[in-house]
């Protein structure tokens, strides 16, 4: 679920175009007490005045741009809440692991503050709140990937391509085709099913590493001998290998669903396969 806005909307709510509404309402309303002109027309020409309005200004570049940075903070707040209710759905050992960040990145700041002496806080401490976030969302990915893992037996789906590859050996020419086929989608379950596998890998050693890294850092500010040791800290390698498995994620996203896709083609072939055995 994502966060969209509706340029649209926003558009029928900005001042200058309820203004215009109310004026025309009150012109149409004059007209029809002095006879001047008939209001239909005073109508007429407003609701064309409002469909231009509606297919000029909310297609506008400048105002999505405009509006996009007026809504920043509504995106955030959006996004912040999203990301509580996600770690409610979380079981006790993950909802941990993402508490102790947590306090860890309000301990550093803590800790900077107090040994460096200084009310602001750099932007290197800042970019922790940006690692935590990524780091509850890495979580709840490596989650749904491990438990989709644990719901398939890959001894089994090795078994059964064995099977369907000595069948495809003696079978009829007739049914050969069926067999080759649930062959050949069988290897593919277990070619997506290893891909999976190396995915889950993946963020499970990026989220140690960003746990890691939170504890180096708070090490850091503690012993570090002035404010300016700071700027030492590689926040720049932390956050380019997060954006990097995150773009992994995102290419690898469709192999989740092909997994469940490949499952469901599999059994279209067994019944016919058994049918042909007996």
């Known amino acids: 679920m994502e966060f969209k ?34 209001p239909t027309l005073i109508l007429a020409a407003g609701l064309v005045a409002e469909g231009a309005y509606l297919a000029i200004v909310p297609a506008s570049n400048l105002y999505r741009k405009i509006v996009d940075r007026r809504s920043r903070h509504l995106q955030d707040e959006w996004r912040r809440r999203q990301r509580i209710e996600l770690i409610k759905t ?8 993402v508490d102790y960040l947590s306090w860890m990145r309000g301990q ?6 107090k040994f460096a002496r200084l009310q602001e806080t750099p932007p290197q401490i800042r970019e922790l709140e940006t690692t935590w976030e990524a780091f509850v969302d890495l979580l709840d990915e490596y989650r749904r990937r491990k438990n989709h893992l644990r719901s398939i037996n890959r001894q089994a789906i090795e ?9 495809a050996e003696f079978t009829d020419e007739a049914t050969k085709p069926l067999h080759e086929k649930n062959v050949g989608i069988l290897r593919r379950r277990l070619q997506t099913f290893d891909d999976i596998e190396r995915s889950v890998k993946r963020v499970e050693a990026q989220l140690q590493m960003i746990e890691n890294f939170f504890g180096l850092v708070n090490d850091q ?9 700071i700027s030492a800290l590689d926040f720049d390698t932390l956050l380019s290998s997060i954006e990097t498995t995150k773009e ?19 059994g279209r072939y067994r019944p016919s396969l058994a049918a042909d055995r007996r």
């Open 5 to 38: 806005i509706s340029y649209i909307k926003e558009a029928l709510k900005e001042p200058i175009n309820i203004g215009g509404l109310l004026l025309t309402g009150a012109a149409a309303a004059y007209a029809a007490t002095t006879g001047a002109l008939e």
């Open 90 to 97: 979380f079981d006790p050992r993950e909802r941990e692991a």
């Open 108 to 113: 550093i700041a803590s800790n900077f503050k």
């Open 159 to 167: 078994n059964q391509l064995r099977q369907a590859e000595r069948s």
């Open 221 to 229: 500010v503690v012993t570090m001998p002035t404010p300016e040791h």
């Open 248 to 266: 992994m994620l995102q290419q690898t996203a469709p192999v989740m669903s092909q997994l469940d896709m490949l499952d469901r083609e599999a």
